[in-house]
């Protein structure tokens, strides 16, 4: 029922930023909880960082911290990655995802089970 569209994506040096977001239709945007993964060739996609959907609560993996931040803004049916301070390891296609379910938490091991087709995200080094 829900449809994300992620965007912001592109080629940045090691140290820059980059601001992601994902553009939401369709269900209720406002009462699911959102996050964000990244997939690199050859590895498993991995949870990023995600938000509850009252956006009170947020939580990051450990390599996020400090340098990540997701954001939502319900009146816009969007939610949002900040990334800054970026390595090359953090180059992936980072997609977006909604929680199958209303008014989670956004924690790692939601079922996360609406999906974006994804932004490609390149730092060189």
């Known amino acids: 029922q829900v449809q994300l569209v992620e965007s912001g994506g592109g080629l940045v040096q090691a140290g820059g930023s980059l601001r992601l977001s994902c553009a939401a239709s369709?269900?209720?945007?406002?009462?699911?909880?959102m996050g964000w993964f990244r997939q690199a060739p050859g590895k498993e996609r991995e949870f990023v960082a995600g938000?509850?959907?009252?956006?009170?609560?947020?939580n990051y993996v450990e390599f996020a911290k400090g340098r990540f931040t997701i954001s939502r803004d319900n009146a816009k049916n969007t939610v949002y990655l900040q990334m800054n301070s970026l390595k090359a390891e953090d180059t992936a296609v980072y997609l977006c995802?909604?929680?199958?379910?209303?008014?989670?938490?956004?924690?790692?091991?939601?079922?996360?089970?609406?999906w974006g087709q994804g932004t490609q995200v390149t730092v060189s080094s």
């Open positions: 938000i509850s959907w009252s956006g009170g609560i947020r």
């Open positions: 995802a909604a929680d199958r379910f209303t008014l989670g938490l956004g924690q790692q091991g939601t079922d996360f089970g609406f």
């Open positions: 369709g269900g209720t945007f406002s009462i699911h909880a």
